[in-house]
């Protein structure tokens, strides 16, 4: 039920922000005006903090595991309210570092990918991995582990923190700097991204899955590759 519920909102998010943009009319190209570009990011704001609502307070039991879900020694009991706030203070410093080393590598991912003659969109998507390589490696673990309903909440929770907060930010620069934000999708990514949704959709929807899911899924990243070095 929890990994639905973030899947519904990460559609949201991702349509309102990516999706919705190639089709307005009021500004050219695929951008936002300065209102709407207002309007995504409270909308992003919103859904994600209803979100951290929902998961940590209100239906916490709907993104516990399944088995016996009073065991504290299945999903650790919740923090006291000095460790959540130190921990919310420790989450800056290490998204501080995160960017930062992202910062200090993108010189060396540019001079690989253009040693390889790799088109430049490749260097945002390098930098995405480093970004997001500690949820990505936390959510691996905790699949081995067998905790699953942990790796889907690592790994949907990233994602929606990755739009609901990057977008309300860089929707404020633009406007601040006075410099257009393209948001809207070329056709090929779009395709891509509606492709990866209705799998997704499909895997989720009788909570159970399998091998030959995992493998299309799989299959539909190695096309993300492919066609971001091969357009």
Known sequence: MGANAALATLVALTTLSLVLPVFTTSSRGPTYTNGQLV????????????????????HRDYFLPVDNVADENIHAPPPSSRLALLSFFLLFVALIDVVGLAKVMSPVIEAGVSAVGAPKGVIGIAIAILVLLPETWAAVRAARANRLQTSMNLALGSALASIGLT?????FTSMLIGMPLVLGLDPKDLTLLLLTFLVTSISL???????????????????????????
């Open 39 to 58: 309007f995504a990011s409270i909308a992003s704001l919103v859904l994600w903090g209803v979100f951290v609502f929902v998961q940590t307070v209100r």
């Open 167 to 171: 977008i309300p930010a860089v929707a």
């Open 205 to 231: 929807v009788t909570g159970r899955t399998h091998v030959m899911l995992a493998a299309v899924h799989l299959v539909i990243f190695g096309a993300f590759l492919l066609l971001a070095f091969v357009p």
